[in-house]
């Protein structure tokens, strides 16, 4: 069995390994890193040798640790990265390389089927329907979708609400409130296997599955980084704030919200969120609006829609598909029966 890992900034690490009896047998290390001294090398194969096949990541990062020499230096990767070699080869764990993409068209719906459409895309995977997912959204009303654990009475001001026919409805991921009228904002949605983030925390699977979208914004213009939980900007202020769910099934629901030009007087009378957190999407003034990826990039929505999915095409094996019409009529049972609901949408009060 064979493992690669790419540990990010820094080296390729290989694992070569046989499983007898559901131990780990004939394990070599190799790739084009920096190790001293020269034994430490064998330190960490003879570590790997005889340990359960489906020892945890974590696990195997604590034997590696305790194995090292003193001193010894590892220089381009880490035992965490062999950890990761370790389980690819095992396949508990899987790479960009192994998923095969259905990329599905942007179609215009009630913005609460979307939302439907995370988890039904989630099961549809899990059991071997669908491949990984990867969509953008496209709605025709306006919606707040606030996260699994917000309180609605702490994000909503109601009469703001009912006052610009705004509805809301609660997602299964965690983060914060989506202010989403039409064409105010880009929206997508990755649907993975949990093999792909196996042995990540939370926060550095959201790191890693950003990755991707970090190139896509240097294809429009924008010269984007990582921040810390969960979020993307640039030197100009906060781009995009992305959310996570981590089903029991083995799928992971991944999507990520840009603020292409949104009308900030009105967020405000909507969310509440002051001004102090309004000022964190790149604006100190409630009458100016919230658009960092219309004035950093100069291109209409649409375009930048297109560049992102001809860069994600780029890099991943990809084939164009469609919503059937069996997960649709899933999705709008689930409106119905979840996420339009009151008990849904205020079960966090």
Known sequence: ???????????????????????????????????????????????????????????????LDGALPTGAALIGFTSDGVASAVRRALGHATSWSDQHFEVLPTRTMDPKMHVALDQVLAEEMAAGR??????????????????????YRNEIDPDGAARHGIEVVRRVSGGGAMFMEPGNCITFSLVVPSTLVDGLSYVESYEFLDQWLLGALGKVGVEAFY?????????????????????????VVHHVTMAYDMD?????????????????????????????????????????????????????????ADYTEAELARARELVETKFATPEWVHRVP
């Not at 540990?7 to 890193?33: E, I, M, N, Y």
């Not at 491949?131 to 996260?147: C, E, N, Y």
């Not at 921040?227 to 799928?251: E, L, T």
């Open 264 to 320: 900030s007087a009105k967020m405000l009378e909507v969310l509440r969120i002051g001004r102090e957190k309004l000022s964190d999407k790149g604006t100190k003034s409630a009458n100016k609006r919230v658009d960092p990826m219309r004035s950093q990039t100069g291109l209409p929505r649409a375009a930048i829609m297109d560049r992102f999915t001809e860069h994600f095409v780029s890099l991943y094996t990809t084939v164009e």
């Open 130 to 151: 669908r491949g990984p997912t990867f969509r953008f959204w496209d709605w025709d009303s306006p919606l707040v979708v606030i996260g699994s654990y917000q309180s």
């Open 227 to 251: 921040v810390p939980i969960n979020d993307v900007a640039s030197k100009a202020g906060k781009i995009a704030g992305a959310a996570q769910k981590r089903f029991a099934n083995g799928s």
């Open 1 to 63: 069995m064979h493992g690669e890992y790419k540990v990010p900034g820094g080296k390729l690490v290989a694992v070569d390994l046989d499983v007898a009896d559901g131990l780990l047998t004939d394990v070599s290390v190799s790739g084009d890193f920096f190790l001293e001294p020269d034994d430490a090398l064998t330190a960490i194969n003879q570590a790997l040798t005889e340990l359960p096949s489906d020892t945890p990541k974590s696990e195997l990062v604590t034997v």
